[in-house]
C-alpha cells in the first residue's frame, strides 16, 4: 500500500492558536495530507507559538512591529516559508491582511479560516453583526485567499442556528467548536485539489 504524499504546511497565527491546534492533530494522522512543519506568529505574545512547541512543531516569531512597511514584513514571511520548504500555508486566526505581492506567490496555496458564512461579514465582528441583523443561521466558512479581503473561493462552511440567548460571546465560542472540526477536513480537501 502506498504512502499518500504529505504536502509540507505551515500555519500562520496571531493569537491562541485553537484552530492550530485542530490541524496540528488532525496531521499527526499518518494519511493525513499535510505535514505541519512550521508555526509562524505575527506576534511574540501569541500563546499559540508556546503550544505549537509543546506539540513538537517548530514555532517562529516574525513581528510585523519590527518593519517599516507591509512590503518588507511580508518579505520575510515569505523567506521563512521558503527557507522551511513550505509548500501550503493555512492561515489560523492571523490577524494581518496579506498584501497582492505575497497573496499572488503563494496563489492556490493558501487557505484561511473566518467566522461567518461568507459571503456574509467580510473582516471584523462577525458575532456582532450576525445577531444584530437577526441572522436565524451563522458559522465559519474556509476559503482560499485572494487579493479581497475574505473574497477567496469557498471550499467549505459550516452553519448553526442562532438563538435569542446568544450574545457575540457565546455565538464566538459555537462558532469555534464548528471551526476545529471544519478546518481540518477543508485543509485536507485543499490539499487534494491544489
Known amino acids: 500500500m502506498s504512502v499518500p504524499k504529505r504536502t509540507p504546511t505551515a500555519i500562520l497565527i496571531s493569537g491562541t492558536g485553537s484552530n492550530m491546534t485542530a490541524l496540528i492533530e488532525a496531521a499527526q494522522k499518518p494519511d493525513y495530507p499535510a505535514d505541519i512543519q512550521l508555526v509562524i506568529s505575527n506576534l511574540q505574545e501569541a500563546a ?14 516574525i513581528d510585523h512591529r519590527d518593519f517599516k512597511t507591509r512590503t518588507d514584513f511580508e518579505a520575510e514571511l515569505d523567506a521563512a516559508l521558503r527557507a522551511h520548504n513550505i509548500e501550503f500555508v493555512a492561515c489560523a486566526g492571523f490577524m494581518r491582511v496579506l498584501g497582492a505581492a505575497f497573496v499572488n506567490k503563494w496563489s492556490g496555496k493558501l487557505i484561511n479560516i473566518h467566522p461567518s458564512l461568507l459571503p456574509k461579514y467580510k473582516g471584523l ?23 479581497g479581503v475574505d473574497e477567496g473561493k469557498i471550499i467549505a462552511q459550516s452553519a448553526l442556528i442562532v ?7 457565546t455565538l464566538a465560542k459555537r462558532v469555534q ?10 485543509l485536507a480537501s485543499a490539499l487534494t485539489h491544489y
Request: charge should be negative.
Open 125 to 147: 465582528h462577525t458575532h456582532k453583526r450576525a445577531i444584530e441583523a437577526k441572522d436565524v443561521e451563522h458559522g465559519c466558512t474556509v476559503h482560499w485567499v485572494n487579493e
Open 163 to 169: 438563538t435569542p440567548k446568544d450574545t457575540p460571546e
Open 48 to 61: 499559540g507559538l508556546r503550544k505549537a512547541d509543546e506539540m513538537g512543531v517548530t514555532a517562529i516569531c
Open 177 to 186: 467548536t464548528l471551526e476545529h472540526t471544519l478546518y481540518p477536513v477543508a
